[in-house]
């Protein structure tokens, strides 16, 4: 089973960094890849980032490339997104996810509860 816990959003200004941060309890294996997606208001959910367990594969929502980096720590069992240059449109929820296959390809069989960002102009 795999819980996944969020942390690290709030509200900050257009321009701002934010880093979020997602626990990870894995007790099954095959959970290979692990990252994120955001709901913003009136929006659907979409694909944010991913990155599998070596860390060699990552992929990024065009939206965010180059100014969002996702990580991870095996030892720690966490992952984070780094967020910088943050702009209106980043307000979402934000959901740290993990599946064994890519995040992109499929609807993530474990999710997080959450964490709000919100970006003002």
């Known amino acids: 089973q795999v819980q996944l816990v969020e942390s690290g959003g709030g509200l900050v200004q257009a321009g701002d960094s934010l880093r979020l941060s997602c626990a990870a309890s894995?007790?099954?294996?095959?959970?290979?890849?692990m990252g994120w997606f955001r709901q913003g208001p009136g929006k659907e959910r979409e694909f944010v980032a991913d990155?599998?367990?070596?860390?060699?594969?990552?992929a990024y929502a065009d939206s965010v490339k180059g100014r969002f980096t996702i990580s991870r720590d095996n030892a720690k069992n966490k992952v984070w997104l780094q967020m910088n240059s943050l702009k209106p449109e980043d307000t979402a929820v934000y959901y740290c996810?993990?599946?064994?296959?890519?995040?992109?390809?499929?609807?993530?069989?474990?999710w997080g509860q959450g964490t709000q960002v919100t970006v003002s102009s």
């Open positions: 990155i599998n367990w070596s860390g060699a594969y990552t």
């Open positions: 996810a993990a599946d064994r296959l890519r995040l992109l390809s499929t609807t993530p069989d474990y």
């Open positions: 894995i007790r099954s294996v095959g959970a290979n890849f």
